[in-house]
């Protein structure tokens, strides 16, 4: 599986989820409290890795690292903070069509100032249950629970190269990216 050794599966197996596979196979059973055969995601605080820092500590395959963390709105590391790009895509299932999950894009940014930081090629995807799957898992879990599992997410972190030819990033995805540069344009009154 890539460069993570600490995970006991079969020869050539790779990890290369869908949107969908993600949310519904791996994050609802986790929200839900239910065991993931194989256990391979690791669960990580976001706030302490800078995203080189990936490697060796979350599931890598390729030049992707997946991780679980609780959902925050303060994405601040070591060296700096992701910044959301403002897009957010719906998630649906290949079969109904349904609505199950919301993916929203970050780019990291190196620096201390959220106006002034340095922008990077280092992009997360952050996959969260939608909020109808989430009010209902938690109608059906025990009250006293003190952990709120709605708030998992599953983050895909990968640094875009230039001379990556979109191998990584869909024609959307790359359109959704873009849009974080309009605050920069100015438009004619």
Not at 44 to 50: A, E, F, G, I
Request: charged content about 25%.
């Amino acid at each position: 599986m890539g460069d993570n050794n600490n995970v006991n599966l079969p020869p050539g197996f790779r990890f290369c989820p869908t949107d969908e596979e993600l949310v519904v196979h791996f994050l609802h059973r986790k929200a839900s409290l239910l065991p993931c055969h194989p256990h391979v995601i690791p669960d990580l605080h976001l706030s302490p890795y800078d995203p080189w820092e990936l490697h060796g500590t979350a599931l890598a395959e390729g030049n992707q690292w997946y991780y679980y963390s609780r959902r925050t709105e303060n994405r601040v590391t070591g060296n700096g903070y992701w910044k959301p790009t403002g897009m957010e895509e719906a998630v649906v299932t290949s079969s109904s069509n349904k609505r199950v999950g919301m993916k929203k894009y970050f780019v990291f940014h190196v620096g201390e100032d959220p106006t002034g930081g340095i922008k990077t090629n280092w992009i997360m995807q952050e996959y969260s249950l939608s909020d109808s799957a989430s009010s209902t898992r938690l109608s059906k879990t025990k009250s006293h629970q003190k952990t709120d599992y709605s708030k998992w997410v599953i983050c895909k972190v990968y640094e875009l190269n230039e001379d990556d030819e979109g191998t990584e990033l869909s024609s959307l995805d790359e359109v959704f990216l873009s849009l974080d540069d309009l605050d920069e344009i100015s438009l004619p009154n």
